[in-house]
């Protein structure tokens, strides 16, 4: 299904490809003229956008990566926004399945579906809860099932739920790393202090960055997308660093 709107600056479809048995995948896509590479994005919280045929979005608008879609158009890239699956779209909706071998497939459905569009560099993208779907996918798959680089933003660092970043297996990637955080970052499970720790994961990553940020606005629940958290008040920055990076790795 496909479907533009005629408001936004970079078009949008609506795109659903089918991954497991009876499931399918909703994304909504942006493709600039001639993409340099392809961004997909993972949503933090449940991630169920609820992105609907029109190409409304019903939940995350706020969401870092939600609200800069258009930013990393901008850059050149194309980008991918995720959705939960056909058969997780009510509650929990992601929670309790983002280190799944189902969510692997998905996902894995998802890059395959982009290397068909393109021959250009394909990134995975999470923020906050995303970044632990992006982290479990980088380190089961490799290139080309799996993404060519990963950008983990505002990191998952503990986490008594499941697996955070640091329980995972990150000394294993052998694909470029960029991590992004706030250094203000008030959510319990995202310390700024335990970023040094996951850069030391990464010690066979051929190239890692750590971006760091300050300043902005801080509004709400610390683990929100309008405070420090969520880069309030810095998108563009935040997206031109991270859009910079990957571009040159």
Partial sequence: MQFALANAQTPEKVVDIP???????????????????????????????????????????????VRARQLFADQGLRVV??????????????????????????????????????KTPVWLVGTSRGTQSA?????????????????????ILVDSEGPSLLSMPMDTLRIPVLVVH????????????????????????????????????????ACNARAHHGFNGLDKDVVGKMSDWMLAN
């Fill in 19 to 65: 991954t497991r048995a009876s499931t399918t995948q909703r994304m909504l896509v942006l493709t600039p003229a001639a993409p340099k590479a392809t961004v997909i994005l993972l949503a933090g919280g449940h991630g169920g956008l609820q992105i609907s045929s029109d190409g409304a979005i019903h939940w995350g608008r706020d969401n870092f990566l």
């Fill in 135 to 155: 982290a479990f996918v980088a380190t089961q798959l490799q290139a080309p099932e799996g993404p060519d680089g990963l950008a983990l933003s505002s990191s």
């Fill in 81 to 118: 926004l995720v959705d939960a699956p056909s058969d997780r779209l009510s509650p929990p909706f992601l929670r309790g399945f983002r280190q799944t071998p189902e969510h692997l497939a998905d996902i894995k459905a998802v890059i395959a579906w982009v290397r068909g569009q393109s």
């Fill in 182 to 221: 706030h250094e203000q970052d008030g959510c319990r499970l995202c310390a700024f202090s335990l970023t040094s720790n996951l850069m030391d994961k990464l010690r066979d990553a051929p190239k890692k960055q750590l971006i760091s940020f300050t300043g902005g606005e801080d509004v709400g629940d």
